[in-house]
């Protein structure tokens, strides 16, 4: 079975249809590629074919390179990995320049045979850049597809030639949203901004008679002709010197100089454009390569790609029957629960929406109502999906309405009292076959699910907020969860288009376990006398969207203060973090409890608006003459939350690093580049992070003792991903 195929017309049109067989999008392999170079051969050695469409046998067109093969490429690439890696990105180069120059005279531009790209739907990656080597690129009038670049999201850049056709095309600066920010458009957008030439009905149609057509001069792309210019300018020209300097500054200030893909685009657009386009891809094809050299390219696919959909595909379900959920009941109608409901209904759920009083559960419906207003102004959603999904929930006080409901997620106040009321009232009304779930970041599952009459059938889900924007869901089973709940919880999860994660029950689960720490930890700095400023921008030059004291105003002191007195109640002369308690109880005791009260460890405006760190943090706790090293500053906030993470997997909170990794990125922004904490020691090395450890157990204390997992694969030059990468637990390893 082959991916592409062709067959040509009386005319004299010849056809290339890419169709991936099993697959519901066309993703290139190292094969295909192959085949696609031996038709446009065929297609250029045959006299009958006057020129060439290129099109797709699916409703899209393509969703990119597999990055199955972009992740081996480096493995896969010989002894001398850069070059082999280099060489077969020329190759590469060389069909798409096969495509663009369709067999023309060098000297004259004539005698060439037009190449049309016909677009049905959506365009991504290599597969927006095939078609940017054709000559013209018809897409269909599809307001659903989706028309870019989005290499730069995953930890690369276009790398076949679409950062040097696109850059050419229109410029270093209206090119910067394509290529460094990854923006897809529609169709209509897409033409608007030059990205393709036409938005039609029926693009094949449309692009055969265009080949019919088409002269020589038609088909002579801007960059080989006499006299190209640069639009916007040449770096050395005055108006282009302003938007590479601009452009420089602008990378550096959104990527802190950690992500190396974005660097390495703007350097081959910056070299690129001051030679010819020969010159430049090769130039675009040296970059890439570094950037697949690099560590952090690695991680990042394998983690935001790899990992990420082998758990939504469902990488640890356990074996049970089907479990899609037709109707859920939420309890508890406030933000978190508003927002359960919303994307529950809007994934074609019936809800159920529970609350003490009517006006309480009408205002949670209204949370859903607001969001596709929104969505309605920027012209996502219509008049008619905003009935259909509001009238998917039932607002209501009514315990009775949950008759028929397979899923209950409970989402009321974090209580266990009031939590073990609203279990036994729901376990009263629904069915035996109903899951019940609470949503909860810290109260312990098996506690919770004491109240239950059906423990099996009782499982955490903890959503992060706002629920509607964010990707991980947290799935935690107790001691006496059953596998039919996980798969429920899975099943649910996917349905409502998120990224789960499974873990065992334990303090904090998973994700609070890492981010306590990480705030903690800046917050004792604060009491160190360490700079606040200096803690801030340490994290943030991490890769980390939020410091830790921004990040605690955020969530709120008093919420910080809530959990300090539960953890120190729990565990008695165990509790570690006194010193971090002096500072937020001192805060909440002046009033200051975050960004809800305008008055944090940051100042505000009234109007909400952060001015700058309060001053009178310093008054309190006075910034020391003597300042640690960035370098020490940035291993103490890293490891502060890397090291939990290893200890929930040596403890078997966490099966499966990939979980770690894919949660640690989707739930709190862990550092994106790094690939997540687990491929982050990967990329340092075991015996650097326990150099690391031991260093900062000296200085700091024992909260950075280096875990014995560790230690160990440090002792046998072993890494996190070549031992547990396929998903073993740490029990069966």
């Given at each position: 079975?082959?991916?592409?195929?062709?067959?040509?017309?009386?005319?004299?049109?010849?056809?290339?249809?890419?169709?991936?067989?099993?697959?519901?999008?066309?993703?290139?392999?190292?094969?295909?590629?192959?085949?696609?170079?031996?038709?446009?051969?065929?297609?250029?050695?045959?006299?009958?074919?006057?020129?060439?469409?290129?099109?797709?046998?699916?409703?899209?067109?393509?969703?990119?390179?597999?990055?199955?093969?972009?992740?081996?490429?480096?493995?896969?690439?010989?002894?001398?990995?850069?070059?082999?890696?280099?060489?077969?990105?020329?190759?590469?180069?060389?069909?798409?320049?096969?495509?663009?120059?369709?067999?023309?005279?060098?000297?004259?531009?004539?005698?060439?045979?037009?190449?049309?790209?016909?677009?049905?739907?959506?365009?991504?990656?290599?597969?927006?850049?095939?078609?940017?080597?054709?000559?013209?690129?018809?897409?269909?009038?599809?307001?659903?597809?989706?028309?870019?670049?989005?290499?730069?999201?995953?930890?690369?850049?276009?790398?076949?030639?679409?950062?040097?056709?696109?850059?050419?095309?229109?410029?270093?600066?209206?090119?910067?949203?394509?290529?460094?920010?990854?923006?897809?458009?529609?169709?209509?957008?897409?033409?608007?901004?030059?990205?393709?030439?036409?938005?039609v009905d029926d693009p094949v149609a449309a692009a055969r008679e265009w080949v019919l057509n088409a002269k020589d001069t038609d088909i002579v792309k801007p960059w080989d002709q006499k006299g190209f210019k640069f639009p916007g300018g040449a770096p050395y020209h005055p108006a282009g010197f302003m938007t590479f300097v601009g452009a420089s500054a602008m990378v550096n200030g959104k990527t802190q100089g950690v992500y190396p893909a974005a660097k390495a685009l703007l350097s081959a657009v910056y070299e690129g454009a001051l030679v010819p386009f020969d010159t430049a891809i090769k130039i675009e094809a040296r970059w890439f390569t570094s950037v697949l050299m690099n560590p952090s390219s690695e991680a990042m696919i394998r983690s935001?790609?790899?990992?990420?959909?082998?758990?939504?595909?469902?990488?640890?379900?356990?074996?049970?029957?089907?479990?899609?959920?037709?109707?859920?009941?939420?309890?508890?109608?406030?933000?978190?629960?508003?927002?359960?409901?919303?994307?529950?209904?809007?994934?074609?759920?019936?809800?159920?929406?529970?609350?003490?009083?009517?006006?309480?559960?009408?205002?949670?419906?209204?949370?859903?109502?607001?969001?596709?207003?929104?969505?309605?102004?920027?012209?996502?959603?219509?008049?008619?999906?905003?009935?259909?999904?509001?009238?998917?929930?039932?607002?209501?006080?009514?315990?009775?309405?949950?008759?028929?409901?397979?899923?209950?997620?409970?989402?009321?106040?974090?209580?266990?009292?009031?939590?073990?009321?609203?279990?036994?009232?729901?376990?009263?009304?629904?069915?035996?076959?109903?899951?019940?779930?609470?949503?909860?970041?810290?109260?312990?599952?098996?506690?919770?699910?004491?109240?239950?009459?059906?423990?099996?059938?009782?499982?955490?889900?903890?959503?992060?907020?706002?629920?509607?924007?964010?990707?991980?869901?947290?799935?935690?089973?107790?001691?006496?969860?059953?596998?039919?709940?996980?798969?429920?919880?899975?099943?649910?999860?996917?349905?409502?288009?998120?990224?789960?994660?499974?873990?065992?029950?334990?303090?904090?689960?998973?994700?609070?376990?890492?981010?306590?720490?990480?705030?903690?930890?800046?917050?004792?700095?604060?009491?160190?006398?360490?700079?606040?400023?200096?803690?801030?921008?340490?994290?943030?030059?991490?890769?980390?969207?939020?410091?830790?004291?921004?990040?605690?105003?955020?969530?709120?002191?008093?919420?910080?203060?809530?959990i300090a007195k539960a953890t120190r109640a729990a565990m008695g002369d165990d509790y570690p973090d006194e010193a971090v308690d002096e500072v937020l109880f001192w805060m909440a005791d002046q009033g200051r409890m975050g960004r809800k009260s305008k008055s944090g460890f940051y100042a505000y405006a009234e109007d909400g608006k952060r001015v700058g760190l309060w001053e009178g943090l310093g008054d309190k706790y006075a910034v020391a003459d003597d300042q640690p090293e960035l370098t020490r500053v940035q291993h103490r906030l890293m490891m502060a939350q890397v090291l939990e993470a290893v200890r929930a997997f040596e403890q078997g909170v966490l099966e499966d690093i990939r979980e770690g990794d894919v949660g640690a990125i989707l739930?709190?922004?862990?550092?994106?580049?790094?690939?997540?904490?687990?491929?982050?020691?990967?990329?340092?090395?075991?015996?650097?992070?326990?150099?690391?450890?031991?260093?900062?157990?000296?200085?700091?204390?024992?909260?950075?003792?280096?875990?014995?997992?560790?230690?160990?694969?440090?002792?046998?030059?072993?890494?996190?991903?070549?031992?547990?990468?396929?998903?073993?637990?740490?029990?069966?390893?």
């Amino acid at each position: 079975m082959t991916d592409f195929t062709m067959k040509t017309g009386d005319d004299g049109v010849a056809i290339i249809t890419w169709d991936v067989p099993g697959k519901s999008m066309n993703v290139l392999s190292l094969e295909g590629w192959d085949e696609l170079d031996a038709l446009i051969d065929q297609a250029l050695a045959d006299d009958a074919v006057k020129g060439v469409v290129i099109t797709s046998g699916k409703k899209d067109f393509a969703g990119g390179m597999d990055l199955n093969v972009i992740a081996r490429m480096k493995t896969s690439a010989g002894d001398d990995p850069a070059k082999g890696l280099f060489e077969g990105l020329m190759r590469s180069h060389g069909i798409l320049r096969k495509i663009e120059r369709a067999g023309m005279d060098p000297k004259t531009n004539k005698g060439g045979k037009p190449i049309a790209a016909a677009l049905p739907g959506t365009a991504l990656g290599i597969g927006l850049e095939i078609p940017l080597a054709c000559h013209r690129i018809f897409a269909a009038d599809n307001p659903k597809a989706k028309i870019g670049l989005p290499e730069i999201m995953v930890g690369i850049f276009p790398g076949m030639g679409g950062t040097t056709r696109v850059s050419r095309m229109m410029g270093a600066m209206q090119a910067s949203p394509i290529l460094l920010e990854g923006k897809l458009n529609d169709p209509k957008k897409a033409k608007s901004l030059g990205l393709i030439h036409e938005v039609v009905d029926d693009p094949v149609a449309a692009a055969r008679e265009w080949v019919l057509n088409a002269k020589d001069t038609d088909i002579v792309k801007p960059w080989d002709q006499k006299g190209f210019k640069f639009p916007g300018g040449a770096p050395y020209h005055p108006a282009g010197f302003m938007t590479f300097v601009g452009a420089s500054a602008m990378v550096n200030g959104k990527t802190q100089g950690v992500y190396p893909a974005a660097k390495a685009l703007l350097s081959a657009v910056y070299e690129g454009a001051l030679v010819p386009f020969d010159t430049a891809i090769k130039i675009e094809a040296r970059w890439f390569t570094s950037v697949l050299m690099n560590p952090s390219s690695e991680a990042m696919i394998r983690s935001l790609f790899i990992n990420k959909e082998a758990l939504e595909k469902g990488a640890n379900r356990p074996e049970a029957p089907d479990q899609t959920v037709k109707k859920v009941g939420i309890m508890g109608a406030g933000m978190m629960g508003a927002g359960i409901a919303y994307v529950s209904a809007n994934a074609g759920i019936e809800v159920v929406l529970i609350d003490q009083e009517q006006a309480a559960a009408d205002r949670g419906k209204s949370y859903s109502e607001d969001i596709l207003d929104k969505g309605i102004k920027r012209k996502k959603v219509t008049e008619e999906k905003k009935t259909e999904v509001l009238g998917r929930i039932t607002a209501t006080t009514d315990y009775d309405a949950l008759k028929g409901c397979d899923l209950v997620v409970e989402a009321v106040f974090e209580d266990p009292g009031i939590k073990a009321e609203v279990t036994k009232k729901v376990e009263a009304v629904v069915g035996p076959d109903c899951i019940f779930a609470t949503n909860t970041s810290t109260l312990p599952i098996g506690e919770l699910a004491k109240a239950s009459e059906r423990p099996e059938q009782f499982i955490g889900i903890h959503f992060f907020s706002p629920v509607d924007k964010m990707m991980l869901v947290e799935i935690i089973k107790g001691a006496q969860t059953g596998d039919r709940a996980v798969a429920k919880a899975l099943d649910y999860v996917r349905q409502i288009r998120k990224t789960p994660i499974v873990v065992n029950d334990a303090r904090f689960f998973y994700a609070n376990r890492c981010i306590i720490p990480y705030i903690n930890e800046g917050v004792r700095m604060v009491k160190e006398g360490v700079e606040p400023a200096l803690i801030e921008n340490a994290a943030k030059m991490l890769g980390f969207p939020l410091g830790p004291l921004q990040l605690v105003d955020e969530t709120s002191i008093d919420l910080g203060v809530k959990i300090a007195k539960a953890t120190r109640a729990a565990m008695g002369d165990d509790y570690p973090d006194e010193a971090v308690d002096e500072v937020l109880f001192w805060m909440a005791d002046q009033g200051r409890m975050g960004r809800k009260s305008k008055s944090g460890f940051y100042a505000y405006a009234e109007d909400g608006k952060r001015v700058g760190l309060w001053e009178g943090l310093g008054d309190k706790y006075a910034v020391a003459d003597d300042q640690p090293e960035l370098t020490r500053v940035q291993h103490r906030l890293m490891m502060a939350q890397v090291l939990e993470a290893v200890r929930a997997f040596e403890q078997g909170v966490l099966e499966d690093i990939r979980e770690g990794d894919v949660g640690a990125i989707l739930g709190w922004g862990f550092a994106p580049w790094s690939g997540g904490p687990f491929s982050w020691l990967d990329i340092i090395g075991a015996a650097k992070a326990v150099e690391i450890c031991d260093t900062l157990t000296a200085e700091c204390g024992a909260r950075f003792t280096t875990p014995e997992l560790l230690r160990d694969l440090a002792k046998g030059g072993d890494s996190f991903y070549g031992r547990f990468g396929d998903g073993a637990a740490m029990e069966a390893a």
